[in-house]
């Protein structure tokens, strides 16, 4: 099983969690957070526009998702097609326990 954690600078949420209720991921978390990337963020004028100022940090979405191994590149490629601007982060999940059925392994997801 893997974890996919996608950051993203626009709200590109919709067209990516469609995408991915196509190939039956169900599962999915999302997140808005505030942040910071190499770029910084669009200026804000203040004050009837006499002053400007720029934003330590931004408003982002994280999206993450549990998916099945042989998931990977199908997830990541509409992830990449839906979304404009942002991260994909994928990482190994080592066990998943489902509470209420006491389930374990790819079941869960």
């Known amino acids: ?3 996919i954690e996608v950051i993203l600078g626009e709200n590109d949420v919709m067209a990516i969690s ?3 209720k196509e190939i039956g991921i169900g599962g ?5 957070v505030r942040g910071r990337g190499k ?6 004028h203040a004050s009837k ?8 940090f931004n408003d982002k979405y994280r999206m993450e ?3 099945a191994d042989t998931q990977e590149d199908e ?11 942002g991260k994909i982060f994928v990482s190994q999940i080592l066990r998943a326990v ?3 059925s006491d389930e374990e392994g790819e079941s869960t997801i």
Do not use: C, Y
């Not at 997830?75 to 601007?85: F, P, T």
């Open 1 to 3: 099983m893997l974890k």
């Open 18 to 20: 469609e995408g991915l």
């Open 28 to 32: 999915l978390t999302v997140s808005k």
């Open 39 to 44: 770029n910084p963020g669009p200026e804000i």
């Open 49 to 56: 526009g006499s002053e400007i100022f720029t934003p330590q």
């Open 65 to 67: 998702a549990i998916i």
């Open 75 to 85: 997830v990541i490629a509409i992830i990449k097609k839906n979304g404009r601007v």
């Open 98 to 100: 489902d509470i209420a």
